[in-house]
């Protein structure tokens, strides 16, 4: 599946579940397979990318996790 196919998956969990807006990529992927979302586990970068973008629709803002520096999570580029 791609990031694209997600999308609404996502953004219907993010709707029924506002609390699972917090998840990282990684909780994401047995959530969506949990609520029938999709028929295997997918691969995090996808569902990262599909967050990334349901969680800009909701908010206006990226979440700071996927908030690139080098390719380094900012958060780990800064130590």
């Given at each position: 599946m791609t990031a694209h196919e997600l999308l609404p998956g996502i953004r219907d969990l993010y709707s029924r579940l506002p609390e699972t807006v917090y998840l990282e990529p990684w909780e994401m992927v047995t959530m969506l397979w949990l609520m029938n979302c999709t028929d295997e586990l997918e691969d995090e970068a996808v569902i990262a990318a599909a967050m990334d973008v349901a969680r800009t629709d909701m908010t206006g803002e990226t979440a700071p996790a996927v908030a690139l520096k080098g390719g380094?999570?900012?958060?780990?580029?800064?130590?």
């Open positions: 380094v999570p900012r958060s780990y580029a800064e130590m």
